[in-house]
């Protein structure tokens, strides 16, 4: 009997003992748990949210939304989230049914829809605005914070704008004639140069069409190609070769790389890659 109380007091003291040591360590609890679909969204929720979100990201940087597979730890990642950003991109056609799986009726799902390229600030601008909106309905405590760090981020972004700008305006791109991947096409068609055409959208360039492109390239002069790393970025290497000019790969997402951290960084390798190519 007395051993028997000792074991009911023992295991009353660890009881208690979880229970404060659950509380203690419950501060990340509070945080709005956030999945998202690219780098893009991941990045805009975690420099607007801060402290107060726990953001996950499902497509890696590097990859293409068309490409992706989920897998179960993506739906565990959505089970316990209490929000889900996602484009509504052609090529994001695994979400309805990642949503389906994670069977998680608390979790808010979200459309960040916004038309043109993701790698230009007229955008980032904008997707500022509308993570900043879906988080501040979320979470209204912290709505104010967010507010307040969506306008600290949007000075940075224009700021980049005008540098980037500025070094834009010394080059006369719109007289520089392009081949360029259809997924890079906005955001070359914003630094100003001539797209004599796109390609690889939405699949690769077949022999045919490569054929057509080198014919089209010679005709106008093309002196530069621009692949996209996310989506056969070899695609314009036999265009390029066969034409005998620079080519580029840009990207498209930020966090690639320890150059593109960021989105801003993202950017300005994006131009410095295109100043490069064509001042050589």
């Not at 209204?140 to 940075?156: M, T």
Request: hydrophobic share 40%; aromatic share 6%.
């Amino acid at each position: 009997m007395k051993r028997y109380r000792i074991l009911t007091v023992i295991t009353a003291f660890c009881l208690l003992l979880g229970t404060l040591l659950t509380g203690c360590s419950g501060s990340d609890d509070t945080r709005v748990k956030v999945v998202t679909s690219t780098s893009h969204l991941e990045q805009l929720v975690q420099t607007i949210g801060g402290d107060a979100v726990d953001v996950i990201n499902i497509v890696p940087p590097a990859s293409h939304p068309g490409d992706f597979d989920a897998s179960p730890g993506d739906i565990r990642k959505l089970a316990d989230a209490d929000l889900f950003l996602w484009h509504n991109w052609p090529g994001e056609v695994y979400v309805p049914a990642l949503i389906e799986s994670a069977d998680n009726p608390d979790m808010e799902v979200v459309t960040i829809e916004i038309q043109g390229s993701w790698m230009t600030p007229p955008v980032q601008l904008q997707a500022i605005d509308k993570v900043t909106e879906v988080l501040s309905q979320i979470d209204e405590d912290n709505a104010a914070e967010y507010e307040k760090n969506a306008d600290a981020y949007k000075e940075e972004v224009r700021a980049a704008e005008t540098e980037v700008k500025g070094m834009l305006s010394k080059e006369s791109f719109s007289e520089v004639n392009v081949l360029c991947a259809g997924w890079q096409a906005g955001f070359i068609g914003w630094c100003g140069f001539n797209i004599v055409k796109t390609y690889g959208l939405p699949v690769p360039p077949t022999l045919g069409e490569i054929e057509e492109l080198i014919g089209l390239g010679r005709e106008a002069g093309v002196s530069l190609v621009i692949d996209n790393l996310h989506d056969n970025p070899d695609s314009g290497k036999p265009i390029a070769t066969e034409l005998g000019c620079k080519r580029v790969v840009l990207y498209n997402f930020p966090g690639v790389d320890e150059s593109t951290d960021t989105w801003i960084e993202t950017l300005k390798t994006n131009i410095d890659l295109l100043m490069e190519a064509v001042s050589e």
